[in-house]
């Protein structure tokens, strides 16, 4: 706790700042009153503020005893010098002799040579860096906790300051907050360009009254606010519907919110003057700052945890609400650190886009994002931060960039890509209900991928001939609990009839690996992707996978049903799970219920291991289809959720594709049906290479089946395989090189 003389000087030094914010005065004469203020105060020769130019630039702002000529001249990067320091840690730096510090670089314009002890500390705003505050004395002294607590309090009204506009009016540099152009480089979550406004899934809480006259009353509100915090955690906590890991989440949640620690150090920053709400925010940003230090997941999780926690209790404090009372803009972007596909879902088609802090290309928010069609950038840190509600904002889902309040300039030429895809697109729909035959007259059939009801309009709109995957498990995945067998079949049914007759490849649950069920105990394993999933599960525990085939067939009522079974990795589990299907179709029909008029009951290939089963198993399969994306992992042993060993092979990997041929040649060879149903079978050249070695049948995303059409039209076959032959036989690693070179010289 701060020493007596903090508390009332330190009390007195925030009203006298929060007078400098009621003023009329300009930003810049703000900043330099605020710098004079605190000198004085602290008894200190010099006070500088620092603030972030752009987010790798700081400037000096304002100097009470630097050379003011450096002011907005002397610029430092983040991490250089002692100031820069203190900003890329988020941690204070306190040193009695500056010049004999590591990392110190002389500043000759400012005329600080003069001063030895140094004291930094960072402004900042919830995870949101904006500045540093610094103070210096001719006197070699170490300052003292209390001082170092002192300006820590201070730096934290400025940041609230500037959160609020104070120094934005005029100035270079100073109005750089939420006003600037942003450019985000994240990764492609789904591909498409979208312009629109930003629309925050948590907004963000605004603190209009960083610093308080009385801070008994504010004592007593933080008082009150962490009781109705902690009763709101209980209850949630006597849930009855609670799996065990929601509960050890609350059981986090509650330890922080009954730790007198937090509520002991939000009491002494409302004694040094800070408001209620502007303590929540110091003591939210500097466990931030020290728990961003450590590299330990699990405890940077619990940040998150602690990060929730204060949010609520701002929002209880402050009464803004999630339900602000804000209105969605029109083409609403949503911008968040990270969302659950069903929160995605209930906001549906009407977003323009989606831009999220976390998240991941194989997670199933993306694949929601992919199922609706709009498009998602993933990793653009720190936009949360940046953002505000209706900034406008684009969207380049195939980049993975974020311009977030471009300038014009950006914002016409996005628009001009916009309106070329619009206008491919319409050249596609022409092509809609024409056959996708190559030059040549080699016919192929497309087919797309869903797994939500929310695919199934495209399925006209596309030209599909089909589905060719439905993935079963987004709609386990997307509730919070397991779907009831009379649910699922109501849902099939209703996805036959939108197919209008056209077959569906239902895929059994593919669980397990990355796709986690929220109401399943998760398995601890080490190698998910390679561990109890999919058919492993279905085939060990298959109360679920039958409760499943039932649905599916209760569904068709009578109508053909195709099945197929995801990652078959030997011929005994195929024969395991077909049998799984023939007794249900019995017990079915002993019940008195209609069965298929057609049932076809297939594998999909994912692991090599399958492409040598026996004849046998070949000749059974009704068909096979190649899930490319999992395939391509064990093939390369290739972790496809893991970017930086994902993209070190390629699919047109010349090995592969003899793989793939492989495996062609044996379907041929038994007369089953082949299709490709990886990611890759919905991009140009892909496509282009699957079709050349022998694939017939491909099922995409369908977004993709349009462009891949009009590539297959234009294309003559036998020129294609006579280019990945050339490339093969001159010994080349993949054969993309020499196929886009080709494709070049194709012209539209
Ligand atoms: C695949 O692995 O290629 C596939 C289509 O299945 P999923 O992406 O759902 O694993
Ligand atoms: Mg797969």
Known sequence: MPAERSDSDSRKLLR?????????????????????????SMGTEVCSIYLFRDAETLELCATQGLKKAAVHKTRMKLGEGLVGRVARSGLPVNTPD??????????????????????GVPIQRVGEKLGVLVVQSKASRAYSEDEVYALEVVAMVVAEMAELGAFASDGAGLGALHRQPVLFRGSTGQEGAAEGRVWLHEPRVVVTNPVADDPLYEIDRIREAVGVLRVSVDDLLAAESLDKDQKAVLEAYRMFAHSRGWL?????????????EAAVEKEQSAARSRLEQVPDAYLRERLHDLDDLSNRLLRILTGQGKDTGAQMPENPVLVARNIGPAELLEYGRKLKGVVLEEGSVGSHSAVVARALAIPMVIHAKTITNEALNGNPILVDGDQGIVHLRPEDTVARSFRDKIAMQAKAQERYASLRDL???TKDGVTISLHMNAGLMADLPSLVGSGAEGVGLFRTELQFLIRNQMPRRDELAQLYSRVMEAAKGRPVAFRTLDIGSDKVLPYMKPNDEPNPAMGWRAIRVGLDKPGVLRMQLQALIRAAAGRPLSIMFPFISEHG?????RAHVLREIHRERSLGHDVPVKLEIGAMLETP??????DAFFKLADFISIGGNDL??????????????RKRYDSLNASFLTFLQFIVARCTASGTRLSFCGEDAGRPVEALALVAIGLRNLSMRPASIGPIKALLRRVDLSEVRAVI??????????IRPALVDWLATQGE
Do not use: C, W
């Open 725 to 734: 032959d050339k490339a093969r036989s001159e010994g080349a690693e993949t």
């Open 98 to 119: 500056a010049p004999g510090e590591k990392g110190f670089r002389y500043m000759p314009e400012t005329g600080e040579e003069l001063f030895s002890s140094f004291l």
């Open 632 to 645: 391509k992992q064990f093939f390369f042993a290739a972790d496809r959720e893991n970017e930086r060993v």
């Open 609 to 614: 291991s399958l492409a040598y089963a026996p």
């Open 264 to 276: 002991r150090r939000m009491e002494e920053d409302i004694a040094s003057g800070l408001s209620a």
């Open 16 to 40: 006298r700042l929060r007078d400098v914010l009621g003023t009329k005065a300009k930003g810049q004469d703000r900043l330099d009153r605020i710098t004079h203020l605190i000198a004085d």
């Open 573 to 577: 589990e195929f024969l395991e799970a």
């Open 435 to 437: 056959p996708a035959i």
